[in-house]
């Protein structure tokens, strides 16, 4: 059985697991305050082009998110979320129990737009309600699709003057920069947004993902919010050393871009299998519109997950790749397809 089922089944990319086992018996100072967390935080700000940016790590990115989220919002603050957000559907609540609502809203790509914002803030319009204060977003979105320039500068501006905060989650962040539609670089991103993160787990890592906080009012006291939240780390270098690896080289890049080729080869031969998507993605993720016989016979070789029912013959699947898919599984893939579709 071959997984297409997310892009974390894998380990770590070998540097990664080279760096680690060469560092293990060093001494250093705990919780992110060693020589490792230190370089790959400089290193991170010269890739930013940013060195007023605070940084960050964590282990993952539920935890980054319901860190960050609740330490930045009062309590009576709201985030708005697009109805496929991950902070609304796969995170259980989590931000919801650090006492803070996820105003849901009804997108058709994915995408958070001006318009979204403004229809919570006209839904939401005294202090008998939570208020909005948050726009959250994930680039790529949960659905593949990712957030051009121009689309980011527009919310983040609207965002701006509506004296509220735009939060990019980056769980695959790499995806969407070597995205072949994509037009932002990693600079660009501490203009486009208050905070954000980088997300390692999804792109070669062991785990680990890295906040950025550009906003300076969002800066004060971080360190509490994490240690209070179970995420400060004893042994914070096991992240240090991973960003230290994927970013000295320009590793992470490299990756996303594997998996970004893989999902692509994947979507061609489904295509010229005469089959349709149910989302234009770009992405490592991909969502072909199949019959469910065929869908059965598959399941027979290969783990995916089945996203949604089309009618009742028909279902889309949602494929993954990842930094370390094989391309004789992908090429195996279509030719079972193939030879099913006959």
Not at 90 to 112: C, F
Request: with cysteine; glycine share 8%.
């Amino acid at each position: 059985m071959y997984s297409f089922k997310n892009d974390y089944s894998e380990g770590a990319h070998p540097n990664i697991l080279k760096a680690l086992m060469e560092s293990n018996m060093e001494q250093t100072e705990g919780y992110g305050e060693d020589k490792y967390s230190i370089g790959a935080i400089k290193l991170l700000k010269e890739k930013l082009k940013r060195n007023d940016v605070d940084i960050h790590m964590f282990c993952g990115g539920t935890q980054t998110n319901l860190t960050a989220i609740s330490a930045f919002l009062r309590s009576h603050e709201a985030v708005i979320s697009a109805n496929t957000g991950h902070v609304l559907i796969h995170e259980t609540g989590a931000i919801e129990a650090t006492g803070h609502k996820v105003i849901s809203m009804e997108v058709e790509d994915g995408k958070l737009k001006p318009i979204h914002i403004q229809m919570a803030i006209d839904e939401h319009t005294d202090e008998h309600m939570v208020k909005p204060k948050m726009a959250y977003i994930s680039n790529p979105t949960e659905i593949g699709t990712i957030y051009k320039k121009k689309e980011l500068e527009e919310l983040y501006g609207y965002c701006k003057k509506n004296n509220m905060i735009l939060y990019i989650d980056g769980a695959r962040l790499g995806s969407a920069l070597c995205s072949k539609e994509n037009d932002i670089e990693i600079s660009d991103l501490p203009k486009l947004a208050d905070v954000f993160y980088i997300g390692g787990t999804k792109n070669g890592a062991l785990l680990g993902e890295a906040l950025i906080i550009c906003k300076e009012g969002l800066k004060e006291d971080f360190r509490y919010h994490i240690k209070q939240k179970g995420g400060l780390l004893a042994k914070g270098r096991l992240m240090g050393i991973q960003f230290l690896e994927l970013f000295k080289n320009d590793l992470y890049f490299e990756l996303a871009r594997h998996a970004n080729f893989m999902a692509e080869t994947l979507r061609i031969g489904i295509k010229k299998c005469g089959y349709e998507f149910l989302i234009n993605s770009s992405t490592n993720q991909i969502f072909p519109i199949l019959p469910n016989k065929i869908i059965e016979n598959l399941q027979e070789k290969y783990l995916f997950f089945v996203w949604q029912k089309i009618d009742e013959n028909n279902s889309a699947l949602r494929l993954v790749t990842s930094w370390a898919t094989k391309e004789e599984s992908v090429k195996s893939f279509i030719d079972d397809l193939k030879l099913i579709s006959k």
